[in-house]
Structure formats: C-alpha cells, structure tokens
Nanobody
Framework: QVQVVESGGGLVQTGGSLRLSCAAS????????MGWFRQAPGKERELVAT????????RDADSVKGRFTISRDNAKNTVNLQMNSLNPEDTAVYYC?????????????????WGQGTQVTVSS
C-alpha cells in the first residue's frame, strides 16, 4: 500500500509559476514510478508528466513540454512538478499517482495509488 498526498496548488495569474509536491509513504519509494495527471471540468483525466523509479527517465505531455518539469527525491520520498508559464488551459485538479513498478505508465489505468488532488487555477 502507498499513501500519496499532494500539496502546492492555488490561484495564479497567466504567466506565473507554481510548484506542486507529492509525498509518498508505505512502500519502497524507489520501486515506484510516479506520475502527475490533471483533470479539468468535463474532461478526462490526462497525463501531465511521469518519472521512473530511479528518476533517470521522464516524460512530459506535449501540452506542457518546456514549461513543466517533474523531479523526485528518493531520499525524501517526494515528487515535484515545477510549472512555469502557466495559462488558463492549465486550470485543473492535479493528481499525483504511484505505480508499483519502476517503469512509468502513460494512462491513468496503469497507476495503482492516487492522491486526493490539488486545485490549480490560472486566471487570465
């Protein structure tokens, strides 16, 4: 079992930045790949970024490439998502998820444990 808790959401203006954090506990963290997903009202949950168990491999959705950066600290059991150049299309609930293998998946169905989500709102 893995417990996942997100923090760091909030309201920001277009062009601003936010840093989301995810704290995980309950299982050897390095064996888990991690992902950030988001879900806007009326839309399906979509991939934002993933990172492998060791942290060497990352993947970003096309919509956030060059603006968002995922990272992890296995000593602290945390995963971060640095979000820069935010725009209103980034408004959504952001979820942190853990997968029980070190190779990340790209769909929500491949992840085993989820946090409650944190709201990110970007005003125009």
């Amino acid at each position: 079992q893995v417990q996942v808790v997100e923090s760091g959401g909030g309201l920001v203006q277009t062009g601003g930045s936010l840093r989301l954090s995810c704290a995980a506990s309950g299982r050897t963290f390095i064996t888990c790949s991690m992902g950030w997903f988001r879900q806007a009202p009326g839309k399906e949950r979509e991939l934002v970024a993933t990172i492998s168990g060791g942290g060497a491999s990352t993947r970003d959705a096309d919509s956030v490439k060059g603006r968002f950066t995922i990272s992890r600290d296995n000593a602290k059991n945390t995963v971060n998502l640095q979000m820069n150049s935010l725009n209103p299309e980034d408004t959504a609930v952001y979820y942190c998820a853990a997968r029980r293998v070190p190779v990340p998946g790209v769909t929500p169905y491949e992840y085993d444990y989820w946090g409650q989500g944190t709201q990110v709102t970007v005003s125009s």
